[in-house]
C-alpha cells in the first residue's frame, strides 16, 4: 500500500517564504506525480489549491505554487499571510485509486 | 453555482451501516467523478473511493474493500455512500468532492458517530 509522507509541521514568519513536500513510496505513478494540494483550515472542508502539480483554481491566491522540487512534488507558499495558517495536504494520484499525505499544519508566527 | 449538498449527522451502533448522501447541482452530474473522503477527529484526510456517475462504476481504496458501496442516482443527481459493519473506528467527518482529477468543489461535510 502506497504511504504518502509529508512534514508533519512548519513555522513561517509573516512575508516569508515555505515549502512544503510531498513523499511516495511507490515514486511517480503512470501519469509521472500527478499531484492536487488542498488546505484545510479547522472546522472547515478541505479547498483545493493546486491540480495537475502546478495548476492553480481560479482562487488560488497568487503566492501559491507548486512545482517538482528535486524530483518530489512541492508547494512553495511566498509572501506568507496570517491567514495561510493551515494544514495542507497533498494527494497523489496513482493508477486506480488516490492517497493523501499525512498533512503539514503550517503555522504563521 | 456548484453545490454539492451532504445529509445530517448519523449516530449508529457498532455493527451497523450508514449512508450518505451528497446531492449535486449547478454543472451536468454525468461530467465529473465524485470522490469519497473521511477524516477522524484530530487526523487527516483519507480518500475512500470514487464513483463514475455515467455507468456507475465504483473504485474503492484498499481499507475499505467489501464494507463500503458507492451509488448514483443519475435522476436526481445524488450519490450516495454506504459504509457497513461500523466500529468506533469509522467515527469522522465523510466528504464528497467533485473531481475531473482537480478536486474543485467539496461537500459540507457529514459527521458518522459510532458508539454503543
Known amino acids: 500500500q502506497t504511504v504518502v509522507t509529508q512534514e508533519p509541521s512548519l513555522t513561517v514568519s509573516p512575508g516569508g517564504t515555505v515549502t512544503l513536500t510531498c513523499t511516495s513510496s511507490a515514486g511517480p505513478g503512470t501519469r509521472g506525480f500527478y499531484v492536487n494540494w488542498l488546505q484545510q483550515k479547522p472546522g472547515q472542508a478541505p479547498r483545493a489549491l493546486i491540480f495537475g502539480t502546478t495548476y492553480k483554481h481560479s482562487w488560488t491566491p497568487a503566492r501559491f505554487s507548486g512545482a517538482l522540487l528535486g524530483g518530489k512534488p512541492a508547494l512553495t507558499l511566498s509572501g506568507v499571510q496570517p491567514e495561510d495558517e493551515a494544514e495542507y495536504y497533498c494527494?497523489?494520484?496513482?493508477?486506480?485509486?488516490?492517497?493523501f499525505g499525512g498533512g503539514t499544519k503550517v503555522t504563521v508566527l | 453555482q456548484v453545490q454539492l449538498v451532504q445529509s445530517g449527522a448519523e449516530v449508529k451502533k457498532p455493527g451497523a451501516s450508514v449512508k450518505i448522501s451528497c446531492k449535486t447541482s449547478g454543472y451536468t452530474f454525468t461530467s465529473y467523478y465524485i470522490h469519497w473522503v473521511r477524516q477522524a477527529p484530530g487526523r487527516g484526510l483519507e480518500w475512500m473511493g470514487i464513483?463514475?456517475?455515467?455507468?456507475?462504476?465504483?473504485t474503492y481504496a484498499q481499507n475499505f474493500q467489501g464494507r463500503l458501496i458507492m451509488t448514483r442516482d443519475t435522476s436526481t443527481s445524488t450519490v450516495y455512500m454506504d459504509l457497513n459493519s461500523l466500529t468506533s473506528e469509522d467515527t469522522a467527518f465523510y466528504f464528497c468532492?467533485?473531481?475531473?482529477?482537480?478536486?474543485?468543489?467539496w461537500g459540507q461535510g457529514t459527521l458518522v458517530t459510532v458508539s454503543s
Open positions: 494527494l497523489l494520484h496513482h493508477g486506480d485509486v488516490w492517497v
Open positions: 464513483i463514475n456517475p455515467p455507468s456507475g462504476s465504483a
Open positions: 468532492a467533485r473531481s475531473y482529477d482537480d478536486f474543485d468543489h
